[in-house]
T-cell receptor, first 114, second 110 residues
Framework: GENVEQHPSTLSVQEGDSAVIKCTYS??????FPWYKQELGKRPQLIID?????GEKKDQRIAVTLNKTAKHFSLHITETQPEDSAVYFC?????????????FGDGTTLTVKP | DVKVTQSSRYLVKRTGEKVFLECVQD?????MFWYRQDPGLGLRLIYF???????EKGDIPEGYSVSREKKERFSLILESASTNQTSMYLC?????????FGPGTRLTVT
């Protein structure tokens, strides 16, 4: 089945710096790649997603890039703020091997120091 | 605005008890999912359902069963709770791909 690896597992940045989280996937048929943010004690929430026919997508301070050939995608957060501190999960779905259900990475704990 | 609710935020049960966790969504979504979340292990899929009375096993179905009698409701059942099922349980629903999660149920089995 699909396998998603996420790096790093923890990331600490200074407020105002950029943060980058990377994920790789194994099923070349996967075509949908969402990112979820989970603040402490709260539910995961979808923050941005990208489909396989697009190479990059931006929404204010966050962006996601996708390299289908290399089978990896990344989340970029610019001008980080303390409220960006959370656990971020990537996921991949839509491939033949997982029939629409998402496979999640293990998560990255981002800490933004003021 | 999608709302996914779960029957309990916190639950304490004894080993061997039968446990029901319920999830309700109000957006007429076809797809519903049950995950468990443990530190360092991310979100692991237990079961999912694409339609009423339809279910498929996820990655870790052992010790669990599910029921979907109505489109809006998806129940997770622990037939005989064990201590290794102590975890955070998250329900989710989706229409196409992006998932909407419930608030979670923190289950402790003693």
């Amino acid at each position: 089945g699909e396998n998603v690896e996420q790096h790093p597992s923890t990331l600490s940045v200074q407020e105002g710096d950029s943060a980058v989280i990377k994920c790789t996937y194994s099923d070349s048929a996967s075509n949908y790649f969402p990112w979820y943010k989970q603040e402490l004690g709260k539910r995961p929430q979808l923050i941005i997603d990208i489909r396989s026919n697009v190479g990059e997508k931006k929404d204010q301070r966050i962006a996601v890039t996708l390299n289908k050939t290399a089978k990896h995608f990344s989340l970029h957060i610019t001008e980080t703020q303390p409220e960006d501190s959370a656990v971020y999960f990537c996921a991949a779905s839509g491939g033949v091997s997982n029939a629409g259900k998402s496979t999640f990475g293990d998560g990255t704990t981002l800490t933004v120091k003021p | 605005d999608v709302k996914v609710t779960q029957s309990s935020r916190y639950l304490v049960k004894r080993t061997g008890e039968k446990v029901f966790l319920e999830c309700v969504q109000d957006m007429d979504h076809e797809n519903m999912f049950w995950y468990r979340q443990d530190p360092g292990l991310g979100l692991r899929l237990i079961y999912f359902s694409y339609d009423v009375k339809m279910k498929e096993k996820g990655d870790i179905p052992e010790g669990y069963s599910v029921s979907r009698e109505k489109k809006e409701r998806f129940s997770l059942i622990l037939e005989s709770a064990s201590t290794n099922q102590t975890s955070m349980y998250l329900c989710a629903s989706s229409f196409s791909q992006g998932k909407y999660f419930g608030p979670g149920t923190r289950l402790t089995v003693t």
